[in-house]
């Protein structure tokens, strides 16, 4: 009966094809028990199965989960990975932060649309196939980088790219091409206390459930433990506020939507220290009175799902993940969502939307997501790495952590560096490193800036390498970029402007329209039409997108622009084509179709860039 | 030149203020809004002189301390007006949602300027038979895409509004006459 209202719903009545893609969307629909907060996993799923979310099927899902129609729209047209047209059998996706630029990533999506005869953006003749660009991937270390149907491919070379193009000809499965272009590293060039952990699978939960919630929620105060996405808020104040909030369920979110240009430690710390990542949540869990956790896992790690999801069965088998957990009656569940390709979703309110189903737009705070979070039930979201330090914690206790870092930033840091670096990778410091000794490690001797918190922070010049990594003065989530004496910043910083460009959610003005007017600023810089009031226009943009943005999207989206035009100001001023106003584009290009469609080419059909020559002759008329 | 200082040597008033105005690809809706200061346009008169204006009918703008720009710039005259005005004027505003932003002429961009003409002369219903798109030498071509003033000229302020209220051009010009920097509260300040 299901099926068949949904055949209606695909208006091609008869055909047996349609009714095989409506019992696939029911299956779908089914397994998720057509519960409308599943949507944003719903939609991966069908259109994995489908190609494409058609109209057909968007109406399809609408009817299955009881939405209207216009809110299933609203979240499918909102993540970039999700698409409403067809975009060919094969979808290629090239990682386009800096740092795969730098790797040469442009040279190489051009050369795989020309042996595609294809436009970026467009889907080839054929319907065979798509390239476009997405932003960071988070394989900066292994760039450049690429999405083939959503499965990570690092290191790619000319070769890889001639014989990628022989295989889509021939249409040989993203799943058969060669395995070794799939293989990612972990790169780990520093160990140090929680990456040299040595602790086995549930022990640091164990110690935990050992310590009772109050001991635990000691401990983790004693450890000045603070969030390691960036904001370094206070693990404990958030884990006891969502405690003593009020609600008919808890629950525990693992923020692995890690997408800030230049970070992949949590893809590390999920891809080789899982356990320690599930013991941390089933802790945090423990600790605020929780017995359901999310990992919202980004897009971009798609490949890592499975295995994720294997490793949470047999950790389940095993007594350390479900009901009743090591016999000690604690019972504690964890569920992988996956995002889309929404940036914006690292935001912990954003992210709690995007697991409701909805948009990621970041909600108005207060009230925050400790006291209202997923389904307006207490909700504590934290970063991967501060619940695999919260694991940590649990067996060696607060004070131990806290000897380690500084005295406002304890414990150590994972550093993702890349760009300009002979050993790119990931790198366990504790808290209080110099940047100067963070470039020594990785061997970065010609350095001439370093952005500290991907392009939402800091550009630091050479005369700063000397600061301390720590929240009281180089704070950061953990992306250290490095750009050595040959790299143009200018470039870098249009990079940047265009990422928040597309980036941004578009809830608020400041925000959707500043990000643009930067971007094409840049562009209109890059196209040799640059002034210094541009420039101007840039700082008063900083200025005002700090105060009036609504989330920490527009707050921090021009820090490394307003840095780098401060600190690198030579690589703008080369740009300036002249002293006063300049406009964007070509004028006298702008009469091109009227003048082929009028046939004139009279002196009154072009418009000069001579300003003084026109105003000259004017005035005498006009004067009395 | 005339200067501020050199009327200022001869009498013992104060110069005027010159203003100049005028609508580019617009309505006129903020000109008339402009209006809608009602009596108070004799106080502004003891103030300004006008020059170019739809108020004088002067048709070329001289030195001026004030212009002010209605509409957007969608053909090559706009663009002659406009860096006129720039070039007279030493304080220029974007008036109302057209000059700002490229308004409703601007609905246009998404469209093909040759695909327009084409259907609007050649094409489209109604038109006799033979009719040609206009080539008089008189007329300005009209450009690709209809822009924003500030795209054309740097512009030093933008007065917002479709059209920007009497109460909010009276309140920003009569601050500026006062050497003030404008400043327009809640109330004054519309984006619609």
Same mark, same amino acid.
């Given at each position: 009966?299901?099926?068949?209202?949904?055949?209606?719903?695909?208006? =091609?009545?008869?055909?047996?094809?349609?009714?095989?893609?409506?019992?696939?969307?029911?299956?779908?629909?089914?397994?998720?028990?057509?519960?409308?907060?599943?949507?944003?996993?719903?939609?991966?799923?069908?259109?994995?199965?489908?190609?494409?979310?058609?109209?057909?099927?968007?109406?399809?899902?609408?009817?299955g989960?009881?939405?209207?129609?216009?809110?299933?729209?609203?979240?499918?047209?909102?993540?970039?990975?999700?698409?409403?047209?067809?975009?060919?059998?094969?979808?290629?996706?090239?990682?386009?932060?800096?740092?795969?630029?730098?790797?040469?990533?442009?040279?190489?999506?051009?050369?795989?649309?020309?042996?595609?005869?294809?436009?970026?953006?467009?889907?080839?003749?054929?319907?065979?196939?798509?390239?476009?660009?997405?932003?960071?991937?988070?394989?900066?270390?292994?760039?450049?980088?690429?999405?083939?149907?959503?499965?990570?491919?690092?290191?790619?070379?000319?070769?890889? =790219?001639?014989?990628?193009?022989?295989?889509?000809?021939?249409? +040989?499965?993203?799943?058969?091409?060669?395995?070794?272009?799939?293989?990612?590293?972990?790169?780990?060039?520093?160990?140090?206390?929680?990456?040299?952990?040595? *602790?086995?699978?549930?022990?640091?939960?164990?110690?935990?459930?050992?310590?009772?919630?109050?001991?635990?929620?000691?401990?983790?105060?004693?450890?000045?433990?603070?969030?390691?996405?960036?904001?370094?808020?206070?693990?404990d104040?958030?884990?006891?506020?969502?405690r003593?909030?009020?609600?008919?369920?808890?629950?525990?979110?693992?923020?692995?939507?890690?997408?800030e240009?230049?970070?992949?430690?949590?893809r590390?710390?999920?891809?080789?220290?899982?356990?320690?990542?599930?013991?941390?949540?089933? =802790?945090?869990?423990?600790?605020?009175?929780?017995?359901?956790?999310?990992?919202?896992? @980004?897009? &971009?790690?798609?490949?890592?799902?499975?295995? #994720?999801?294997?490793?949470?069965?047999?950790?389940?088998?095993?007594?350390?993940?479900?009901?009743?957990?090591?016999?000690?009656?604690?019972?504690?569940?964890?569920?992988i969502?996956?995002?889309?390709?929404?940036?914006?979703?690292?935001? &912990?309110?954003?992210l709690?939307?995007? #697991?409701?189903?909805?948009?990621?737009?970041?909600?108005?705070?207060?009230?925050?997501? +400790?006291?209202?979070?997923?389904?307006?039930?207490?909700?504590?979201?934290n970063? +991967?790495?501060?619940?695999?330090?919260?694991?940590?914690?649990?067996?060696?206790?607060?004070?131990?952590?806290?000897?380690?870092?500084?005295?406002?930033?304890?414990? !150590?840091?994972?550093?993702?560096?890349?760009?300009?670096?002979?050993?790119?990778?990931?790198?366990?410091?504790?808290?209080?490193?110099?940047?100067?000794?963070?470039?020594?490690?990785?061997?970065?001797?010609? !350095?001439?800036?370093?952005?500290?918190?991907?392009?939402?922070?800091?550009?630091?010049?050479?005369?700063?390498?000397?600061?301390?990594?720590?929240?009281?003065?180089?704070?950061?989530?953990?992306?250290?970029?490095?750009?050595?004496?040959?790299?143009?910043?200018?470039?870098?910083?249009?990079?940047?402007?265009?990422?928040?460009?597309?980036?941004?959610?578009?809830?608020? !003005?400041?925000?959707?329209?500043?990000?643009?007017?930067?971007?094409?600023? #840049?562009d209109?810089?890059a196209?040799?039409?640059?002034?210094?009031?541009?420039?101007? &226009?840039?700082?008063?943009?900083? @200025?005002?997108?700090?105060?009036?943005?609504?989330?920490? *999207?527009?707050?921090?989206?021009? =820090?490394?622009?307003?840095?780098?035009?401060?600190?690198?100001?030579p690589?703008?001023?080369?740009?300036?084509?002249?002293?006063?106003?300049?406009?964007?584009?070509?004028?006298?290009?702008?009469?091109?179709?009227?003048?082929?469609?009028?046939?004139?080419?009279?002196?009154?059909?072009?418009?000069?860039?001579?300003?003084?020559?026109?105003?000259? &002759? !004017?005035?005498?008329?006009?004067?009395? | 030149?005339?200067?501020?200082?050199?009327?200022?040597?001869?009498?013992?008033?104060?110069?005027?203020?010159?203003?100049?105005?005028?609508?580019?690809?617009?309505?006129?809706?903020?000109?008339?809004?402009f209006?809608?200061?009602?009596?108070? %346009?004799?106080?502004l008169?003891?103030?300004?002189?006008?020059? /170019?204006?739809? %108020?004088?009918? $002067?048709?070329?703008?001289?030195?001026?301390?004030?212009?002010? $720009?209605?509409?957007?710039?969608?053909?090559?005259?706009?663009?002659?007006?406009?860096?006129?005005?720039?070039?007279?004027?030493?304080?220029?505003?974007?008036?109302?949602?057209c000059?700002?932003?490229?308004?409703?002429?601007?609905? /246009?961009?998404?469209?093909?300027?040759?695909? $327009?003409?084409?259907?609007?002369?050649?094409?489209?219903?109604?038109?006799a038979?033979?009719?040609? $798109?206009?080539?008089?030498?008189?007329?300005?071509?009209?450009?690709n895409?209809?822009?924003?003033?500030?795209e054309?000229v740097?512009?030093?302020?933008?007065?917002?509004?479709?059209?920007?209220?009497?109460?909010?051009?009276?309140?920003?010009?009569?601050?500026?006459?006062?050497?003030?920097?404008?400043?327009?509260?809640?109330?004054?300040?519309?984006?619609?």
């Amino acid at each position: 009966m299901v099926i068949k209202s949904m055949h209606d719903s695909l208006r =091609i009545p008869g055909s047996q094809e349609d009714s095989v893609a409506a019992a696939k969307i029911a299956t779908i629909l089914d397994r998720h028990a057509r519960d409308g907060t599943r949507l944003v996993q719903i939609l991966r799923e069908v259109q994995d199965a489908e190609g494409w979310l058609s109209p057909a099927t968007l109406s399809a899902i609408a009817e299955g989960i009881g939405w209207p129609r216009a809110q299933v729209e609203s979240t499918a047209n909102f993540y970039s990975f999700f698409h409403t047209r067809p975009l060919g059998e094969y979808r290629i996706l090239f990682s386009d932060n800096i740092t795969d630029r730098m790797l040469g990533n442009q040279d190489l999506m051009r050369s795989l649309c020309q042996k595609l005869w294809l436009e970026p953006g467009h889907m080839s003749e054929d319907g065979l196939v798509s390239v476009d660009a997405t932003s960071c991937t988070g394989m900066c270390d292994q760039g450049p980088a690429l999405l083939a149907n959503y499965r990570t491919i690092t290191r790619l070379t000319p070769e890889r =790219i001639d014989e990628m193009a022989h295989l889509i000809r021939r249409r +040989v499965p993203v799943g058969d091409w060669p395995s070794d272009w799939f293989h990612v590293e972990d790169n780990i060039r520093r160990r140090d206390a929680l990456l040299d952990h040595g *602790l086995a699978p549930g022990e640091a939960l164990a110690a935990a459930l050992d310590r009772g919630p109050a001991g635990l929620l000691g401990e983790i105060e004693r450890s000045a433990l603070r969030g390691r996405g960036g904001a370094g808020f206070g693990s404990d104040i958030k884990w006891r506020s969502c405690r003593d909030a009020w609600g008919d369920a808890h629950y525990v979110i693992c923020n692995a939507d890690e997408g800030e240009p230049g970070t992949f430690k949590d893809r590390v710390l999920l891809s080789s220290y899982f356990d320690m990542v599930v013991d941390g949540m089933c =802790i945090a869990g423990f600790a605020i009175g929780a017995s359901k956790g999310f990992i919202y896992l @980004r897009g &971009e790690y798609r490949y890592l799902l499975d295995r #994720l999801e294997t490793r949470l069965a047999q950790r389940r088998e095993a007594g350390l993940l479900g009901r009743n957990i090591l016999g000690r009656g604690f019972s504690f569940d964890i569920e992988i969502h996956l995002g889309a390709g929404a940036y914006i979703c690292g935001e &912990e309110s954003a992210l709690i939307e995007s #697991l409701e189903g909805k948009p990621g737009k970041p909600r108005i705070r207060p009230p925050f997501p +400790v006291t209202h979070g997923y389904l307006a039930q207490p909700t504590t979201v934290n970063n +991967v790495e501060t619940l695999a330090l919260a694991a940590l914690i649990a067996v060696k206790g607060g004070e131990w952590f806290r000897g380690i870092g500084t005295a406002y930033s304890t414990g !150590t840091k994972l550093l993702s560096v890349s760009g300009d670096v002979a050993r790119p990778g990931i790198y366990e410091f504790p808290f209080g490193v110099t940047v100067a000794e963070v470039l020594e490690a990785a061997g970065a001797p010609d !350095t001439q800036a370093v952005t500290t918190a991907g392009a939402a922070g800091s550009c630091l010049s050479a005369d700063e390498f000397g600061r301390h990594i720590a929240f009281e003065d180089v704070p950061t989530g953990g992306s250290i970029m490095v750009f050595d004496r040959s790299r143009d910043m200018f470039e870098v910083a249009r990079n940047f402007a265009h990422f928040f460009a597309h980036e941004s959610c578009g809830f608020c !003005t400041p925000c959707r329209v500043g990000t643009a007017v930067n971007a094409r600023l #840049l562009d209109k810089l890059a196209n040799d039409h640059g002034s210094p009031y541009d420039l101007d &226009e840039m700082e008063k943009m900083h @200025r005002l997108m700090q105060g009036a943005s609504h989330c920490g *999207l527009g707050n921090t989206a021009t =820090i490394a622009l307003r840095d780098m035009l401060a600190k690198f100001r030579p690589a703008f001023d080369r740009r300036l084509h002249s002293p006063d106003y300049e406009p964007g584009f070509d004028l006298d290009a702008a009469l091109s179709q009227a003048r082929q469609m009028t046939g004139r080419d009279d002196p009154g059909a072009h418009l000069t860039d001579n300003l003084s020559a026109h105003a000259g &002759e !004017t005035p005498s008329e006009a004067q009395p | 030149m005339s200067t501020a200082t050199d009327d200022a040597a001869v009498g013992t008033t104060p110069r005027k203020l010159k203003v100049a105005t005028v609508s580019l690809a617009g309505c006129f809706g903020c000109h008339m809004s402009f209006l809608d200061i009602d009596e108070r %346009i004799l106080p502004l008169l003891e103030l300004v002189e006008f020059d /170019r204006s739809p %108020i004088t009918d $002067i048709k070329h703008c001289g030195p001026c301390d004030i212009g002010l $720009i209605e509409g957007g710039v969608c053909n090559a005259e706009n663009v002659h007006v406009l860096r006129e005005f720039r070039a007279n004027c030493k304080v220029l505003i974007a008036l109302g949602a057209c000059a700002v932003n490229g308004g409703l002429p601007a609905q /246009r961009n998404h469209l093909e300027l040759a695909d $327009i003409l084409q259907q609007v002369y050649r094409t489209g219903h109604g038109l006799a038979d033979g009719s040609q $798109i206009p080539n008089d030498p008189e007329l300005p071509l009209p450009l690709n895409q209809v822009h924003p003033v500030h795209e054309v000229v740097r512009i030093d302020y933008f007065l917002p509004g479709c059209p920007p209220s009497g109460d909010a051009i009276w309140a920003f010009l009569t601050q500026l006459i006062e050497g003030r920097e404008p400043a327009l509260g809640h109330g004054l300040l519309h984006y619609d």
